[in-house]
């Protein structure tokens, strides 16, 4: 590493709470899908930021929004009435079944929201004390006290923050049976990624959904479904859960929403947005004009540029190729799995060698759950990028 390198490194050491365990990489520059570090040299970035910068780095029709919005208005509360956030609303509402939507500034502030909405709605609309809230193990939902209850992980994400507040219930993945056990009149909601991100690109088994759609009738919880990371087109669909024909009562959305600048929703049917009423719920930045201008502008592209078509298809040939590699290394790679542009290239062995070389090869990706080559590139990455991807991993599982 360079000397530049070595003193950015010491400042973070010296200045930042020690919560990180970053990449041996710093970034200068960012644009499209390459990341420059601090002496111009060019990455190719297979993670846009965890699945954020969707649209590309630094986008220049989303600059414009910005200036243009930042010398308008940027923020007066939401005191205030504001066609910015209309405007979103209004886009978001119409790629979806939901009927109402709440601004937040996070993904766990969304999830955060939902659970409460999930809450207060048996409460108050069902009049039932039903407040529990089951998700599954391996789930990611965000770091807040609920949403770390929430995740199904053990380790440090939870240790040390006890007392953890009650009403939460981990069952293994994609175990119907281990759901019904778990479930109750006290069951508030059942609340699923359609593919869990952090736990290792697993997407939900159609059967698994279909039951909890039986469930849902039989028992009258509500579905929750965690978007955060599986939204606004990664998945090949604008959302994931429009793959299994599911109706959510309450889905999350944050990440992609406003390419990079923070931004959260969590959207819900009619009848189960009955669950809040002035003064339940708040935030003091959420849905400001300028986020909310360039998260419609987001919409726009995405849809102008059909961006879920697009993830979908270089999904089907990207794990096509995947398919390959493995039959070429099988002692090395299990196969590819993942939906539209959240992808990940199972290895037979701990891959952080394999991470660090292609680091080194100056291409960015991620790795979970110790074998899991996590991919979620920016939705406008070009086929010969991912190409490139797949030759130079091949080269490194070589040497
Ligand atoms: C990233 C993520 C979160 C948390 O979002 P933050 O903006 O980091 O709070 C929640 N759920 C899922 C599925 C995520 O991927």
Known sequence: MTASFDTIRDREQSLMMQTYGRYPLAVSKAQGCTLFDLEGNEYLDLLSGIAVCSLGHSRPELADVMAE??????????????????????????????????????GAEANEGAIKLARRYMRKVRQTDAAEVITLQQSFHGRTLSTLTATGQEGPIKDGFDPLPPGFTTVPFANVEALKDALSPNTAAVMIEMVQGEGGVRPLPHEYVEAL?????????????????TGMCRTGRFWAHQHYGLVPDIFTSAKALANGLPMGAVLATEEVAKGFEPGSHAT?????????????????????????????????????EATKLAQRHPDKVKGARGLGLLLGIELTFEGKDVWKALLDRRIVCNLTQGNILRLVPPLIIEKEDLKRFLKELEEVLEA
């Open 213 to 229: 759609k039986e469930l849902r009738k039989e028992y009258g919880f509500l579905i929750i479904v965690d978007e955060v990371q």
């Open 284 to 320: 003091t930045f959420g849905g400001g004009a300028l986020v909310s201008a360039v998260a419609a502008k987001v919409i726009d592209i995405m849809r102008h540029d059909k961006l879920d078509q697009r993830a979908a298809q270089l999904e089907e040939w990207f794990k096509l």
């Open 69 to 106: 919005q930042a010398r308008k208005m940027v923020h007066v509360s939401n005191l205030f009435y504001q066609n910015e956030q209309l405007d979103l609303a209004e886009k978001l509402l119409d790629t979806c079944d939901a009927d109402r939507v709440f601004f937040s500034n996070s």
